[in-house]
């Protein structure tokens, strides 16, 4: 009796053990059904003065916005227009500190030399640190 029971419980785990995914499996799965769009972001960002951006549409300084870096941006422009980029329109979290702010793709950022770089409206960068700052580094992920 004590043997079927301890053959019983020995057969149950070894088919739990083969039968659970590893979590390599399990990863891979999560990342494939997030895309592309999944992984924070480290870079530099500054703040320049809004207007007429790459995607097409105006903007003003009091705006919560963004300029993506051109390495980021480019690649995503079909047939060469900025209009069409897919990226525009796309929300963003910054992350800076313990200070976050959600802006909008709206433009690119010529001067942005890194690819996680930014380049955000004067209203978006100071929900993180003051203007007089200019240069601040931390994360973003896309939303």
């Known amino acids: 009796m004590f043997f079927s029971k301890a053959l019983i419980s020995a057969l149950s785990m070894a088919l ?3 039968a659970a995914p590893t979590a390599s499996e399990a990863q891979s799965v999560n990342v494939e059904a997030r895309g ?6 480290t870079g530099t960002f500054t703040w320049y003065n809004t207007g007429l951006g790459a995607c097409g549409k105006t903007s003003n300084d009091g705006q919560l916005v963004v300029a ?3 390495a980021l941006f480019d690649p995503k ?7 069409k980029n897919t990226l525009c329109g ?6 800076y500190q313990d200070k976050a702010v959600e802006v909008t793709v709206v433009d690119r950022c010529p001067g942005c030399s890194g690819s ?9 960068f100071e929900k993180l640190a003051p203007l007089s700052r200019g240069v601040i580094h931390g ?5």
Do not use: F, Q, Y
């Open 16 to 18: 739990v053990a083969t």
């Open 36 to 41: 592309e769009l999944v992984a924070r972001t």
């Open 68 to 70: 993506l870096n051109h």
């Open 77 to 83: 422009t079909p047939g060469g227009n900025p209009n």
């Open 90 to 95: 796309k929300k963003i979290r910054v992350h």
């Open 116 to 124: 996680g770089d930014l380049d955000l409206s004067p209203a978006a």
């Open 139 to 143: 994360g973003w992920d896309w939303l």
